[in-house]
């Protein structure tokens, strides 16, 4: 137990230092922190984030400033995030409202944007994903979309059957065909550490 005196003063003596009471909080630590985790490869990923990795040879959990990406392919400077059945669990259990979320992904969005990235989001809350081929298209349909546009991101959104744009902010829809539960078995040997759903 610590009294107040020496919160306050541990707060004062990590403002002095940092600019923020929380050092947390300091964007410098916070881009220290994700390296750290993306170093020692211990952020967590789902099996949907591991078997798209695999499908398009990219990097899991890449540090973009002070967020681990779910997964980069820095040929193309394409992040690829997976927004699964986890992914508002923070909403779901009440630690945060649904406004707080939307102005977090706005802020980390435009992060990645900064960073000269483009995103493809692909978005399952049921964690089903379509077939190999079907990735393996809205994959190259990202690039040639971003190729041949300024725009920087592309949502496929697989609960509502929509592939989102920023010429179709509605959607459109779009085919994915057979839907399907990513198992262990699915994965290659040496990538089933670190199961959580995201």
Known sequence: YQSPEIREKISQICFDKYGYANPAKSPEIREKITKTLYTNSSQKASKQQRYINELYQGILNFPVKYYNVDICLPNDNIIVEYDGGFHMGNVVTGRETIEEYKRKEIIRDNVIKREGYKQIKIVSSKDLLPSDP????????????????????????????????????????????????????????NNKTNLKGA
Request: charged share 25%; hydrophobic share 35%.
């Open 134 to 189: 079907i990735l393996l298209q809205m994959l190259s349909e990202a690039k040639q979309y971003f190729s041949e546009t300024a725009h920087s991101w592309i949502t496929y959104d697989i609960d509502s059957s929509r592939m989102i744009n920023a010429e179709h902010k509605d959607g459109i829809p779009y085919s994915f065909g057979e839907l399907r539960k990513i198992k262990d078995s699915d994965l290659p040997n």
